[in-house]
């Protein structure tokens, strides 16, 4: 099991960030919960998903009076409403392959920049066809942490999404606490999955 405070950076700017747990079992997440008391107009937004269950949200502040909403990935084929998001700081991705990654496949908008697995919840909810993670040029050597992703991924997953990294391999999430197996992370509504990835072979 994972729990872990994400996007610190974020908190002390009094931006968004999320407290993410998460359940593994011989490397696959059974459950993910993401809070992130940032996000949303009603005092924070509550992402979870247990495997083969669906993905939901619920408001944080009225949580013991409000219902669960089951949330799914954007399906609709206008690319001209499509989102990407990105993380706030250029060491922590490829801002500029990701622009010209995203622009590659037709997104116009401008990127939303946001700290912490925030960024699965758009996803998952259909905010955002995509979110990038790809390696910064000097560090391409870096591997992510399992804790930064596991809780994110199950939850886009369940919303029928998909995510992998830039090869197309699934996140190794039972080998170390490092995804050494793993290069960037690539986290999409499914359909626009392939798209991406040959994408980035150009």
């Not at 931006?15 to 809070?35: F, P, R």
Request: charged share 25%.
């Amino acid at each position: 099991m994972f729990f872990s405070s994400d996007g610190t950076k974020g908190f002390i700017r009094r931006d968004q960030y999320a407290i993410a747990l998460a359940l593994i079992v011989d490397g696959d997440v059974k459950v993910g919960v993401l809070a992130c008391p940032a996000y949303g107009t009603d005092g924070g937004t509550l992402f979870y998903a247990q495997r083969g269950k669906g993905a939901y949200e619920q408001s944080i502040k009225s949580f013991d009076s409000s219902l669960p909403t089951r949330i799914y990935a954007i399906s609709s084929e206008k690319k001209a409403d499509y989102r990407f998001a990105e993380s706030v700081e250029g060491e922590h991705g490829n801002h500029e392959q990701q622009n010209a990654l995203a622009q590659r496949i037709g997104i116009q908008q401008a990127p939303i920049r946001m700290d912490s697995q925030v960024k699965y919840g758009l996803v998952a909810s259909g905010q955002a066809v995509l979110y990038l993670r790809l390696p910064n040029a000097q560090k391409q050597s870096y591997r992510e942490n399992i804790w930064d992703h596991a809780a994110g991924a199950i939850i886009v997953e369940e919303a029928g999404g998909k995510v992998s990294d830039m090869d197309g391999k699934p996140l190794n999430l039972s080998a170390n606490e490092k995804m050494l197996d793993n290069r960037g992370v690539i986290v999409s509504n499914g359909s626009i999955h392939e798209l991406v990835l040959d994408s980035l072979k150009v």
